[in-house]
Every structure is written in structure tokens, then in C-alpha cells.
């Protein structure tokens, strides 16, 4: 059966999304995926980011699950849930005193993504745009808590490699604004204060001739740092973000090239 072909201009996305995860992941796949399809994934994603004026030093553990629709080729979108665990230094308030770590229990997570793609030159570069953006809260058993909502975004260039992989790079942004609730209940407002970033991509899968047609399962890896990318002993992972994604992209729903 002659398989039809959907054509649109080229384009590149720069980052959009609704208002607000945090440190969430956009490589899931990052790979263009054909049309009239669903994908389902699975993600494990660790970060850390500086916040506040006094740039204390802040780390989340999520883990995630995604799923995806793309009605033509270059175009996907989905819903993001999950649950979340944050971490935040101990800083200096007043004369003196000193607000010790806050270290929450797993709390929820939950939004939106949005990519874009253009068709690939040559058959193996393409333009490519990620957005995502959720809502988060952790809290610890004495009723502190963070929470708030992030948006990460990246636009770059995507390579096919050989007949398995994807690798996407580009410049990334990551924003986030939410409250916080310290241990003496005084609440307040905080936000990251460095917003970019340089992120990379790798998708596989088992077999790239089958990846428009049929249905292939995928693994994802992706790691994203600012140039204040730190470590220390209490918070290990600062001002960086590496995340893993497993899962699986239907066959063609409906459409002629569904057979």
C-alpha cells in the first residue's frame, strides 16, 4: 500500500509551553516519532539548581511516567505525572541563625510537553524544539514543604546515527517559581536564579527502518549542566540534571499506513 506523506514548512521551536516538575526531563524521546502514534515512558530523573539570592543549593529525585500523541510526524504532545523528592541545603537567616536541610518525602508531580520538529535534511539532521512544564510539592513530616512550578525548554539540532540512534543538543532553559514553608510555619517564595543551560540527547532503538511503522520501545538518556555546574558533600548534584527514560511507541493507530 502507497503510504501518504504529510509536508510542512520547516521550523524551530524556541521553547514554548503554558505556565508551569522540576528538573524534568524533555528526552522522551526526543527522537521524531510518526504520525497517528502514542508513546509511553517511564523516567528516573535526578537535578539540582541553585536558588534564592543566597544560592542555596537545591536537588530533586523524580520519577515520572509520560504519554505522548502525535497526530502528524513533526508534531507531539502529552501529559506528564508522577511523584517528586526534594532537597534543600541548610542556609543563614537573621543574626546568626541558621535554617537547617529540608529534606522532603515523595510528594506529586504532574503537566505538560509539547515538541516539534522539522523533516530531517538529507535524511539525517533535523531542527528540533522541547517544551515541559509542571506542578511540584514535596513535604517532610513536620509540614515543611517546597512547591511550586518549573518550565524547562530546548531547541537545537538532531542526528540520525547509524541505524539505532538519535543525538540532539542545543542550548536549554530551565525556570523555576514556587513557595516554601520552613519549620517555624514562616512561608516564602523562591526561585532558581541560573536559567541556562547546554543539554544533550541520546535516543535507541532496536530498529530505526520499523520506527514509523510498527511499534518499537525505546531507551532515552539525557544530561543537562549550567557553567555553575557544583557538588558537595550534603548536596551532590547542583547546577546539573541526568535523567533515564524507558518505554515504548505504538504502531500506527488509524490512517493507510496502518497496515
Known amino acids: 500500500m502507497k503510504k501518504s506523506t504529510i509536508s510542512i514548512l520547516p521550523m524551530l521551536l524556541l521553547c514554548i509551553i503554558t505556565y508551569p516538575s522540576f528538573a524534568a526531563n524533555l528526552a522522551n524521546p526526543a527522537a521524531q516519532v510518526g504520525g497517528a502514534r502514542v508513546s509511553v515512558g517511564a523516567s528516573y530523573n535526578l537535578g539540582g539548581s541553585t536558588i534564592t539570592n543566597l544560592e542555596i543549593p537545591m536537588m530533586m529525585n523524580n520519577i515520572g511516567v509520560r504519554v505522548s500523541y502525535a497526530p ?17 541545603d541548610r542556609y543563614p537567616v537573621g543574626s546568626g541563625d541558621t535554617i537547617p536541610v529540608f529534606d522532603g518525602n515523595f510528594g506529586w508531580s504532574g503537566g505538560g510537553h509539547l515538541k516539534l520538529t522539522t523533516p530531517f535534511f538529507f535524511n539525517h539532521v533535523a531542527l528540533i524544539g522541547l517544551a515541559n512544564g509542571n506542578f511540584f510539592r514535596s513535604q517532610n513530616d513536620n509540614k515543611a514543604y517546597y512547591g511550586g512550578a518549573d518550565i524547562a525548554g530546548a531547541a537545537g539540532v538532531q542526528v ?4 539505532t540512534c538519535f543525538i540532539s543538543v542545543g542550548p536549554h532553559i530551565y525556570l523555576i ?8 510555619e514562616n512561608t516564602g517564595k523562591y526561585g532558581n536564579i541560573n536559567n541556562l543551560r547546554g543539554w544533550i540527547a541520546f535516543d535507541y532503538f532496536p530498529d530505526l ?9 525505546y531507551i532515552s538518556l539525557e544530561f543537562t549542566a549550567s557553567p ?12 546539573f540534571s541526568a535523567s533515564v527514560t524507558v518505554g515504548t511507541i505504538t504502531s500506527r493507530l488509524y490512517g493507510i499506513d496502518k497496515d
Open 209 to 217: 527502518s520499523a520506527l514509523y511503522d510498527k511499534q518499537q520501545p
Open 72 to 88: 502528524i510526524s513533526y508534531l507531539n504532545f502529552g501529559i506528564d505525572f508522577g511523584t517528586v523528592q526534594i532537597s534543600v
Open 160 to 163: 540520525r546515527i547509524g541505524k
Open 228 to 239: 555553575k555546574i557544583n557538588s558537595s558533600s550534603r548536596v551532590r548534584v547542583q547546577e
Open 177 to 184: 517559581e514556587g513557595k516554601n514553608r520552613d519549620y517555624e
